[in-house]
Nanobody
Framework: QLHLVESGGGSVQPGGSLRLSCTAS????????IGWFRQAPGREREGVSC????????YYAHSVKGRFTISRDNATNTVVLQMNSLKPEDTAVYYC?????????????????????WGQGTRVTVSS
């Protein structure tokens, strides 16, 4: 069965850190561009960070630039989103998606329910 699974969400105080993982089952993540997206209550899903399939090009939303880092671990078939200096406005359900044919900017700026794979999401809560 082919699917993505997110993990690593939880509750943290402002200024804290979390490390989200996106792991694939049944297919190889290195063959896909991977994106992290988030959706807060009452808001549309937005792109957070994406990494290309080919040369490692990355894209970050302006709101997370300098605080979040996306990276691949091909040995474990995982893409990691390291989130530092978390803010209450980072509170959301975070999803990862995989798409073979796209650019990182297109993927992140235009989240598409038709991306080839989506995970079920992991909740992040930033609160004091």
């Amino acid at each position: 069965q082919l699917h993505l699974v997110e993990s690593g969400g939880g509750s943290v105080q402002p200024g804290g850190s979390l490390r989200l993982s996106c792991t694939a089952s049944g297919f190889t993540l290195a063959h896909y561009a991977i994106g992290w997206f988030r959706q807060a209550p009452g808001r549309e899903r937005e792109g957070v960070s994406c990494i290309s399939r080919t040369d490692g090009t990355t894209y970050y939303a302006h709101s997370v630039k300098g605080r979040f880092t996306i990276s691949r671990d091909n040995a474990t078939n995982t893409v990691v989103l390291q989130m530092n200096s978390l803010k209450p406005e980072d509170t959301a359900v975070y999803y990862c998606a995989a798409e073979a044919v796209t650019t990182v900017q297109t993927m992140c700026e235009w989240p598409d329910p038709k991306f080839q794979y989506w995970g079920q999401g992991t909740r992040v809560t930033v609160s004091s």
